[in-house]
């Protein structure tokens, strides 16, 4: 397998069109020593020519465009790469990327039913996926189920990797209704995704609320582990003015603290830890900082866009 980040950071990029924080200014002013980063974009390529996206960020047609193995190739000119996409949760970084696939171009989609349910019936835009034929293939993810995909049009079905997905507790993103948010289902807003081939495991976590500790086997197992590195500290955002809600209140567990997950991840990990979805705010990204050398100290990567691993 080929793991490769297309993008690191959190929801808004790095820098944020509306941000001025000393992040964000240093990025713009080029005052600090740092990267900018596309909204958080993973591709996985199980076999050669086929690719597999988990999440579909905001920024997915640049970052295709950026990236050689993505395109078409000019033997099929009419066929991605792209055979099918995993998304985490409804939340706008994790699924507007969508909508940049949408040129009568059918794929798999791999999500919870309840998250179809809330881009499907909710939100009307997403039907334009329908317009290819065949249509967009929805597959349900169902928690816990260890299953086998096969690539399309593989006339022997022969499995190139298997993929569980696990809750991480979480909730569904403000702009989704009551009506599509029943309580029953909560375990269904945000998920945790395990991609195993010839005895290689790779973790996949963008949102780790805290709430729920099913992911810490599957992190401590991983050859590769890619986990949420949003925010530093709990009141983070608090500081910049733009909202009330701590780093939990918004579900992601806070790298600082004894509590946060620095000092929560499991101790004995073997594999590569790498911190992705990383908000603009996060002082990790000056590579000056003294949080920044805290992450490393504790074992941990801190993702760039572009960051390839083979496995
Ligand atoms: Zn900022």
């Given at each position: 397998?080929?793991?490769?980040?297309?993008?690191?950071?959190?929801?808004?990029?790095f820098?944020?069109?509306?941000?001025?924080?000393?992040?964000?200014?240093g990025?713009?002013?080029?005052?600090?020593?740092?990267?900018a980063?596309?909204?958080?974009q993973?591709?996985?390529?199980?076999?050669?020519?086929?690719?597999?996206?988990?999440a579909?960020?905001?920024?997915?047609?640049?970052?295709?465009?950026?990236?050689?193995?993505?395109w078409?190739?000019?033997?099929?000119?009419?066929?991605?790469?792209?055979?099918?996409?995993?998304?985490?949760?409804?939340?706008?970084?994790?699924?507007?990327?969508?909508l940049?696939?949408?040129?009568?171009q059918?794929?798999?989609?791999?999500?919870t039913?309840?998250?179809?349910?809330?881009l499907c019936?909710e939100?009307?835009?997403?039907?334009?996926?329908?317009r290819a034929?065949?249509g967009?293939n929805?597959h349900?993810?169902?928690?816990g189920?260890?299953?086998?995909?096969?690539?399309?049009g593989?006339?022997?079905?022969?499995?190139?990797?298997r993929?569980?997905?696990?809750s991480?507790?979480g909730?569904?993103p403000?702009?989704?209704?009551?009506?599509?948010n029943?309580?029953?289902?909560?375990?269904?807003?945000?998920?945790?995704?395990?991609?195993?081939?010839?005895?290689?495991k790779?973790f996949?976590a963008p949102?780790?609320?805290g709430?729920?500790?099913?992911?810490y086997?599957h992190?401590?197992?991983?050859?590769?582990a890619?986990v949420?590195?949003?925010?530093?500290?709990?009141?983070?955002?608090i500081?910049?003015?733009?909202?009330?809600k701590?780093?939990?209140?918004?579900?992601?567990?806070?790298l600082?603290?004894?509590?946060g997950l620095?000092a929560?991840?499991?101790?004995?990990?073997?594999?590569?830890?790498?911190?992705?979805?990383?908000n603009?705010t996060?002082p990790?990204?000056?590579?000056?900082?003294?949080?920044h050398?805290?992450?490393?100290?504790?074992?941990?990567?801190?993702?760039?866009?572009?960051?390839?691993?083979?496995?």
């Amino acid at each position: 397998m080929i793991l490769k980040i297309l993008g690191s950071a959190a929801g808004g990029g790095f820098p944020q069109w509306n941000c001025s924080c000393s992040n964000c200014n240093g990025v713009r002013n080029e005052t600090l020593q740092t990267k900018a980063c596309t909204q958080t974009q993973i591709a996985v390529s199980p076999a050669p020519g086929a690719w597999v996206l988990v999440a579909a960020s905001p920024d997915l047609r640049a970052q295709i465009l950026a990236h050689r193995e993505l395109w078409p190739s000019p033997e099929n000119p009419a066929r991605s790469p792209i055979v099918a996409v995993y998304l985490p949760s409804a939340d706008v970084d994790a699924v507007m990327g969508l909508l940049h696939l949408r040129e009568f171009q059918s794929f798999a989609v791999y999500s919870t039913r309840s998250v179809r349910r809330i881009l499907c019936k909710e939100n009307s835009l997403f039907r334009v996926l329908e317009r290819a034929t065949p249509g967009v293939n929805w597959h349900e993810l169902t928690l816990g189920e260890t299953t086998s995909f096969c690539l399309p049009g593989c006339q022997e079905a022969r499995p190139v990797f298997r993929y569980t997905a696990i809750s991480l507790g979480g909730s569904y993103p403000d702009y989704s209704r009551e009506v599509y948010n029943p309580a029953a289902i909560a375990d269904e807003a945000n998920i945790g995704l395990v991609l195993e081939q010839a005895g290689k495991k790779i973790f996949i976590a963008p949102t780790l609320s805290g709430r729920s500790s099913s992911w810490y086997e599957h992190a401590a197992s991983a050859d590769i582990a890619l986990v949420d590195g949003t925010f530093w500290s709990d009141r983070e955002l608090i500081a910049t003015g733009r909202t009330q809600k701590t780093a939990r209140d918004m579900g992601h567990l806070p790298l600082s603290g004894p509590h946060g997950l620095l000092a929560h991840y499991p101790r004995k990990a073997p594999g590569r830890k790498i911190l992705i979805h990383i908000n603009n705010t996060n002082p990790i990204l000056d590579e000056n900082s003294a949080e920044h050398k805290t992450a490393l100290e504790a074992g941990f990567e801190i993702a760039q866009d572009g960051l390839t691993i083979e496995l």
